[in-house]
């Protein structure tokens, strides 16, 4: 993570500022430890600040697959990309490149659960070095992926990695002009906090700028995904009253794709054959 960043951070537990004892290389902080006043310690790793409170993370998502090279990192992006129509991944391309657009003037721009890198990715690629770009994930392993293939495209320059939680994110207030997601706040159960979390990052007027994955009522992927607790925003209406109801207001949404989920052993939802729809939802704090 870039040293000038850590100005930007702050302990997930207490919400106190952060200092770190350890070794930096080319203004990154490469290996040791962030303490708060209160004396919580999170380790950092080979330039990734471990930012979570294990009691508060410990029933969140976590990658069984590990990314011991690029070509592993690679696998994985081209089985799960075989599963899926070339219409939703023309789509899916397009709609991150929208998101692109939309924020590539921000001078910073923070990316929830950002998994293996789709957006983080592009955005590194076609942003230039005055945008800083700061890309989360809960788990680790995800992010030592994108780390690989950021290092491989020669984009990793203006990128920082770091683990931290979506509900506690690691960030003071009011310091983020722009937050972007792809289909992050989707995996994330309590969803609305998820919400709360970012209106308290953003700056004022700031943009939030999210695809996200929509369900019909009723059907059965939409019951199952209230039952594993990530159904508060899997429909219009329902994204509608949890944007409102965390200070947000709705600038556009627009629906890049719709149609029947194809068979897919690599997500656990939608269901084969339930109508779905991937949707890029433009936002502002009020």
Not at 127 to 137: C, M, R
Request: hydrophobic share 40%; proline share 3%; aromatic share 8%.
């Amino acid at each position: 993570m870039r040293s000038s960043l850590l100005d930007e951070l702050v302990c997930p537990v207490c919400q106190d500022a952060l200092a770190f004892k350890g070794t930096t290389s080319e203004a990154r902080l490469s290996k040791g430890v962030l303490e708060c006043i209160n004396g919580h310690l999170y380790q950092v790793k080979d330039e990734i600040p471990i930012l979570k409170d294990p009691k508060t993370s410990k029933n969140e998502f976590v990658w069984n697959v590990e990314f011991p090279n690029v070509k592993k990192y690679d696998e994985i992006r081209m089985k799960y990309a075989s599963y899926l129509s070339e219409g939703l991944r023309r789509a899916d391309e397009t709609m991150a490149n929208d998101i692109v657009e939309v924020v590539s003037k921000r001078k910073l721009v923070l990316d929830i659960a950002s998994g293996l890198g789709t957006l983080l990715v592009r955005l590194s690629r076609q942003t230039d070095e005055k945008t800083v770009l700061l890309g989360t994930d809960v788990d680790e392993r995800p992010l030592r992926g994108a780390k690989l293939r950021l290092e491989e495209q020669k984009a990793y320059g203006h990128v920082s990695l770091c683990v931290m939680e979506a509900k506690h994110l690691a960030v003071a207030r009011e310091r983020i002009p722009c937050l972007t997601s792809f289909f992050g706040f989707d995996n994330i159960r309590e969803t609305k906090k998820a919400f709360s979390e970012a209106y308290r990052v953003l700056r004022p007027k700031g943009q939030l700028a999210f695809a996200s994955l929509w369900f019909k009522e009723n059907s059965k992927s939409l019951a199952e995904a209230e039952k594993l607790g990530f159904g508060v925003i899997a429909t219009e209406e329902r994204l509608s009253q949890v944007l409102e109801e965390t200070g947000f207001r709705i600038d556009s949404v627009k629906t890049y794709y719709s149609g029947e989920w194809p068979r897919n052993p690599m997500d656990l939802l939608p269901f084969e054959g339930d109508w779905f729809a991937h949707v890029l939802v433009l936002a502002h704090k009020m």
